[in-house]
T-cell receptor, first 113, second 113 residues
């Protein structure tokens, strides 16, 4: 019974395409995140949503648009994919007041060719 | 501008010995520190945390030490086991803020049988 699940696990696509990554958490957490791990292995936050409201947007290009239909789901849509978007994307969730102690999904490895 | 630094990309220890992983930070606003463990092709898993009001937190074989004046924390694993082999990420957050996690680059620990 996975706490934070994201799909797909692997995604290979061509430049210019639009793709989505889905994320769901069953922990009852209020806050959900998208993190990106680039080729240099840095894990950096992209977005944070609290109860469906956007809290953090870390200067991510407009081509990336998160969507939170309810507090258990946070999807990531990426338009006009570029080679530099290739990375591993992690969804996470946490409860407010826990210092950001987040639970992560297994990651989605996106490869743009 | 790395606010959280893990200067050792890798560490190798013998089974049964102590593993010490180090982390430095620069942002004085950080008041909550966490360690995550990551296996290949999986998301980071929360290991242990410490609030800035403490200087030590222990959980079984894992102990985290915080030296606020030096802006330094360390994770001790005693005794080390082969199953501890993974990448360990240090992370920090500011509880009064957005609670986003700022990660270090990670240290790959290898525990040799």
């Amino acid at each position: 019974d996975t706490a934070v699940s994201q799909t797909p696990k692997y995604l290979v696509t061509q430049m210019g395409n639009d793709k989505s990554i889905k994320c769901e958490q069953n922990l009852g957490h209020d806050t959900m995140y998208w993190y990106k791990q680039d080729s240099k292995k840095f894990l950096k936050i992209m977005f944070s949503y609290n109860n469906k409201e956007l809290i953090i947007n870390e200067t991510v290009p407009n081509r990336f648009s998160p969507k939170s239909p309810d507090k258990a789901h946070l999807n990531l849509h990426i338009n006009s994919l570029e080679l530099g978007d290739s990375a591993v994307y992690f969804c996470a969730s946490s409860q407010v007041g826990r210092g950001g102690e987040a639970f992560f999904g297994q990651g989605t490895r996106l490869t743009v060719v | 501008d790395q606010q959280v630094k893990q200067n050792s990309p890798s560490l190798s220890v013998q089974e049964g010995r102590i593993s010490i992983l180090n982390c430095d930070y620069t942002n004085s606003m950080f008041d909550y520190f966490l360690w995550y463990k990551k296996y290949p092709a999986e998301g980071p898993t929360f290991l242990i945390s410490i609030s800035s009001i403490k200087d030590k937190n222990e959980d079984g074989r894992f102990t985290v030490f915080l030296n606020k004046s030096a802006k330094h924390l360390s994770l001790h694993i005693v005794p080390s086991q082969p199953g501890d082999s993974a990448v360990y990420f240090c992370a920090a957050s500011a509880q009064g803020g957005s609670e986003k996690l700022v990660f270090g680059k990670g240290t790959k620990l290898t525990v040799n049988p």
